[in-house]
């Protein structure tokens, strides 16, 4: 969330930056202001009224030392008692509303992100790698997979219902060696530290990552009932990795702090129907390979941009073209500063599809989570910097393999860095 002292401060310009993350800002804002300009008469009352009761206490203690009658102002203090339990019960409530607003309220977007209204205006950085040319008419990776035997929707469909898939033999193989091959190169060449996470995580740690209130339709989740808790089906292993810090205080000498996790992601996809229904590119269940980084604000920057170049590798070592381009205020997410997606060629489909999000958060889940570091020099405290991205998203990754891979016949050739993973096997044939 924002710094409530800089909404205070600087009510117009957080206003102008926001409305260009879509209308309604100065809606969000004032309502919030106005909370706060009441919280703080409240607080000003009340430590008038503490520091009278303090007063008189002194005066009381003086008169009964004297032997004089202090009935009456003991009763007077006894009101001013009253008067301040209230007054403290009217703050918390005070409290209560502006935390409840400030969650509402999006990240300020970097001066670096262009302006304007959705993915149409997003800009492209750069491409690597030339699309493939095809001497027969390429197939989308769900007929590739079906006709191979190794991609089962009804199946999944009958177990579960749509959007789900059942992996079959090399496929299933060839998940797991995607997501080993990122896990080895991320940790023994990217200087990232692997962690294993809860898939389940409570509302405090989905309120502190973002994902509540804004997403809270998108998201499974589960009553525990021995105490009626709620738990939170991961969509991202960036919500336990980034929380993980949580209520901490980092020495600056420790950061920045580069995690990998591999998690399965849960996501309802409401609001897509009609959406990517056709094979795997939209599912309710899909692994994904995650980078998350924690920083000082002076780090987190040069930070993005190696992560982005982290992801990137991926396509690189696997020799699939894929291009980067640089979300507009419209279409990158509430907690984002800045954001790079990387999008992957896919031949069934003939058009470039996201296969990464790279963002910088600055610190806004930071300060929701309350994670600092103590600079070096000395000095206050501040909150740290978060960034996160998919390093990379594994079944769209399989998917991009499939289809830049496949042949004349129906097969598919292992990629070459893929194949120490897969027991040397160089080619995907119909499943017996």
Same mark, same amino acid.
Request: charged share 30%; with cysteine.
């Given at each position: 969330?924002?710094?409530?002292?800089?909404?205070?401060?600087?009510?117009d310009?957080?206003?102008?930056?926001?409305?260009?993350?879509?209308?309604?800002?100065?809606?969000?804002?004032?309502?919030?202001?106005?909370?706060?300009?009441?919280?703080?008469?409240?607080?000003?009352?009340?430590?008038?009224l503490?520091?009278?009761?303090?007063?008189?206490?002194e005066s009381?203690?003086?008169?009964?030392?004297?032997?004089d009658d202090a009935?009456?102002?003991?009763?007077?203090m006894?009101?001013?008692?009253?008067?301040?339990?209230?007054?403290d019960?009217?703050?918390?409530?005070?409290?209560?509303e502006?935390?409840?607003?400030?969650?509402?309220?999006?990240?300020l977007?970097?001066?670096?992100?262009?302006v304007g209204?959705?993915?149409?205006?997003?800009?492209?950085?750069?491409?690597?790698?030339?699309?493939?040319t095809?001497?027969?008419?390429?197939?989308?990776?769900?007929?590739?997979?079906?006709?191979l035997?190794?991609?089962?929707?009804e199946?999944?469909t009958?177990i579960?219902k749509?959007?789900?898939?059942v992996?079959w033999?090399?496929?299933?193989?060839?998940e797991?060696?995607?997501?080993?091959?990122?896990?080895?190169?991320?940790?023994?060449e990217?200087?990232?530290?692997?962690?294993?996470?809860?898939?389940?995580?409570?509302?405090?740690?989905?309120?502190?990552?973002?994902?509540?209130?804004?997403?809270?339709e998108q998201l499974?989740?589960?009553?525990?009932?021995?105490d009626?808790r709620?738990?939170?089906l991961?969509?991202?292993?960036?919500?336990?990795?980034?929380?993980?810090?949580?209520?901490?205080?980092?020495?600056?000498?420790s950061?920045?702090?580069?995690?990998?996790?591999?998690?399965?992601?849960?996501?309802?996809?409401?609001?897509?129907?009609?959406?990517?229904?056709?094979?795997?590119?939209?599912?309710?269940?899909?692994?994904?390979v995650?980078?998350?980084k924690?920083?000082?604000?002076?780090q987190? !920057?040069? &930070?993005?941009? /190696?992560?982005?170049?982290?992801?990137?590798?991926?396509? *690189? @070592? $696997? =020799?699939?073209?894929?291009r980067?381009?640089?979300?507009?205020?419209g279409?990158?997410?509430?907690n984002?500063?800045?954001?790079?997606?990387?999008?992957?060629?896919?031949?069934?489909?003939?058009? !470039?599809? &996201?296969?990464? /999000?790279?963002?910088n958060c600055?610190?806004?889940?930071? *300060? @929701? $989570? =309350?994670?600092?570091?103590?600079?070096?020099?000395?000095?206050?405290?501040?909150?740290?910097?978060?960034?996160?991205?998919?390093?990379?998203?594994?079944?769209?990754?399989?998917?991009?393999?499939?289809?830049?891979?496949?042949?004349?016949?129906?097969?598919?050739?292992?990629?070459?860095?893929l @194949?120490p993973?897969?027991?040397?096997l160089?080619?995907?044939?119909?499943r017996r």
């Amino acid at each position: 969330m924002l710094d409530l002292r800089l909404l205070r401060e600087q009510p117009d310009a957080v206003a102008r930056a926001l409305a260009t993350r879509g209308g309604g800002a100065r809606a969000l804002i004032e309502p919030l202001l106005a909370v706060d300009s009441d919280r703080r008469r409240l607080l000003r009352e009340v430590e008038d009224l503490k520091a009278e009761r303090n007063r008189a206490s002194e005066s009381i203690g003086q008169a009964k030392r004297r032997g004089d009658d202090a009935s009456a102002e003991m009763a007077r203090m006894r009101e001013v008692g009253e008067r301040i339990k209230a007054l403290d019960a009217e703050l918390k409530t005070r409290d209560e509303e502006i935390e409840r607003q400030l969650v509402l309220i999006p990240n300020l977007p970097h001066s670096s992100v262009p302006v304007g209204d959705s993915a149409a205006d997003n800009v492209e950085v750069r491409r690597w790698g030339t699309p493939r040319t095809f001497s027969f008419p390429a197939r989308a990776h769900d007929e590739l997979g079906e006709r191979l035997g190794l991609l089962d929707f009804e199946r999944a469909t009958k177990i579960a219902k749509s959007r789900f898939t059942v992996l079959w033999s090399e496929a299933a193989r060839l998940e797991r060696a995607l997501t080993q091959f990122m896990l080895d190169l991320h940790t023994r060449e990217h200087g990232y530290t692997e962690v294993w996470v809860p898939h389940l995580v409570n509302a405090h740690t989905m309120l502190g990552t973002g994902q509540l209130p804004k997403f809270e339709e998108q998201l499974f989740k589960t009553v525990e009932p021995d105490d009626n808790r709620t738990l939170y089906l991961i969509p991202t292993a960036e919500v336990p990795v980034t929380a993980l810090h949580a209520g901490e205080l980092l020495a600056e000498a420790s950061l920045p702090r580069r995690y990998v996790a591999f998690t399965p992601s849960y996501r309802r996809e409401a609001g897509t129907y009609g959406q990517d229904t056709k094979g795997m590119i939209r599912q309710h269940q899909f692994d994904k390979v995650e980078l998350v980084k924690i920083t000082t604000p002076a780090q987190s !920057y040069d &930070e993005l941009e /190696s992560m982005v170049g982290n992801a990137e590798e991926v396509l *690189r @070592r $696997l =020799d699939i073209p894929y291009r980067v381009v640089v979300l507009s205020t419209g279409d990158m997410s509430p907690n984002a500063a800045k954001t790079y997606d990387i999008e992957v060629w896919l031949p069934g489909q003939g058009k !470039y599809r &996201e296969i990464s /999000s790279c963002s910088n958060c600055e610190a806004f889940q930071a *300060r @929701r $989570l =309350d994670m600092r570091f103590r600079p070096a020099g000395g000095g206050k405290t501040e909150h740290c910097h978060t960034l996160n991205g998919s390093g990379l998203a594994v079944g769209r990754t399989l998917i991009a393999v499939l289809e830049n891979y496949q042949e004349a016949d129906g097969t598919v050739t292992i990629p070459e860095a893929l @194949r120490p993973y897969m027991n040397g096997l160089e080619r995907l044939t119909p499943r017996r």
